[in-house]
């Protein structure tokens, strides 16, 4: 198994880590039903805020991570936000998911972010126990708001 950052010239990687977030999470519409332009996805790869990794086996994408890069203002810092973290239920409990959060703690480290953060459902069990492991927990609630209609 290796780790990698995917960087502008991996769409087709991107386009594959998309469709293994769409079967993990149950959510096709979100992931494959209007795909953005390989130019949207060139921009978003070359972003140096956006952390994309992929986990392979061979050529297979068997799991990923993407996570942004939040600046701060209140001290010159920034924090790091785990967006979406997926494994293939077939490469499940080997350790990827750490591999990957192992990975871009040391993209933390490496950009001077003081945190990385991540969200888990409640009722998403091995989420829970992979982030009480690696971190400590705080209880929070989350809300989604809608931008301003036009």
Sequence with gaps: MGIERLGPDDIASLRALNALFAEAFEEPDNYLATPPSDAYLQEQLGNPASIILVARDG????????????????????EIYIYDLAVAETHRRRGIATALIAQLKDIARKCG?????????????????LYTKLGIREDVMHFDIAPAAE
């Design 113 to 129: 972010s003081w945190v990385i953060y991540v969200q888990a459902d409640y009722g998403d069990d091995p989420a829970i126990a």
């Design 59 to 78: 050529a297979a994408i068997t799991g990923g991570l993407v996570a942004y890069v939040l600046p701060k203002f209140e001290q010159a810092r920034s």
